[in-house]
Nanobody, 121 residues
Framework: QVQLQESGPGLVRPSQTLSLTCAVSGGSITTERYYWGWIRQSPQKGLEWMGAIGSSGRIYYSPSLKSRISISRDTVKNQVFLQVNSVTPEDTAVYYC?????????????WGQGTQATVSS
């Protein structure tokens, strides 16, 4: 069974970069037809899909976040990464990585437990 585990710094200062890692076990991130996405949740915005990377390495971004985020991967370590640049307090959220079959957007069937990221000075 696939497992996903997010990790990150917890607290980030405004204007800095938030860097998160998703470690995947029980399955390869290069297995065809699977997509590995980043979704965040906050009381203000609810669930927000941020982007995803497919098994081929193709990357998809939310249009509203495309200018500020970057998704990448390490196929040797079986990890997926998210960077959010120039963060503001509005980026405070619980960040999840998740797996989807056949779709980069929705639905996602396996989720990590999430990692809280707080943007504050």
């Amino acid at each position: 069974q696939v497992q996903l585990q997010e990790s990150g710094p917890g607290l980030v200062r405004p204007s800095q970069t938030l860097s998160l890692t998703c470690a995947v076990s029980g399955g390869s991130i290069t297995t065809e037809r699977y997509y590995w996405g980043w979704i965040r949740q906050s009381p203000q915005k609810g669930l927000e899909w941020m982007g995803a990377i497919g098994s081929s390495g193709r990357i998809y971004y939310s249009p509203s976040l495309k200018s500020r985020i970057s998704i990448s991967r390490d196929t040797v370590k079986n990890q997926v990464f998210l960077q959010v640049n120039s963060v503001t307090p509005e980026d405070t959220a619980v960040y999840y990585c998740a797996r989807s079959l056949n779709s980069y957007y929705w639905p996602y069937d396996y989720w990590g437990q999430g990692t809280q990221a707080t943007v504050s000075s």
